[in-house]
Structure formats: structure tokens, C-alpha cells
């Protein structure tokens, strides 16, 4: 059973940085892209960045460009997300998502604030 378990959100003041974490079971980790999404309050849930099978990384929100990184650890079977100058528009829940067993984690959540 595929299973995606997000860690690492919290509050952060603006210009801070968090990592999150997204630990997964149930599939070959290695053989699959994983995803991060956001979805804030009244918001749509919105993709913010992809990490293929092969690590290479497609970051797809033009807001986070320059500070957010993708990255996955295929021995730790883990995707992070690396999230630094934080904004208060970056407040919201943050989801993994495994699109080839269209399997979401729980979310976790980031409120950036003074």
C-alpha cells in the first residue's frame, strides 16, 4: 500500500527557511517521480515542484523560482523540500503527491509570519 508522510512544517518569520520531508512506502521509490504541492486558505491546491525518477527536478511555480529546492534521497526513500526567504504569501498546507498512484500525504503545514 503506497503511503506519503510529510514532515517539517511550522511557523517561520519572513526570510526564514524549513525543510520538509516526505517519507514513502509501499512502491519502488527510485522508479517514480514525487511532487509538492500547496494549497493555502480559499486557494486551489497548486503544484510547486517535481522531482523525477532520475532526480532531475522540474519547478514549476514561477513564486518560489530561486528559493525553493527539490531533492530526494533514494537510500531514504525521502523527497524534500527546501524552503528558504520565506514569505508570508508561502503560508499554506503543503501536500506530497506520488502522480503514478495518485497517492497524497496528509499535508503539513507552513505559516510564515512576523
Known amino acids: 500500500q503506497v503511503h506519503l508522510e510529510e514532515s517539517g512544517g511550522g511557523w517561520v518569520q519572513p526570510g526564514g527557511s524549513l525543510r520538509l520531508s516526505c517519507v514513502a512506502s509501499?512502491?519502488?521509490?527510485?522508479?517514480?517521480?514525487l511532487s509538492w504541492y500547496r494549497q493555502a486558505p480559499g486557494k486551489e491546491r497548486e503544484v510547486v515542484a517535481t522531482s523525477t525518477y532520475t532526480g532531475g527536478i522540474t519547478m514549476v511555480a514561477d513564486s518560489v523560482k530561486g528559493r525553493f529546492t527539490i531533492s530526494r534521497d533514494n537510500v531514504r526513500n525521502t523527497v524534500y523540500l527546501q524552503m528558504n526567504n520565506l514569505r508570508p504569501e508561502d503560508s499554506a498546507a503543503y501536500y506530497c503527491?506520488?502522480?503514478?498512484?495518485?497517492?497524497w500525504g496528509q499535508g503539513t503545514h507552513v505559516t510564515v509570519s512576523s
Open positions: 509501499g512502491f519502488t521509490f527510485s522508479a517514480y517521480g
Open positions: 503527491y506520488a502522480p503514478s498512484f495518485d497517492v
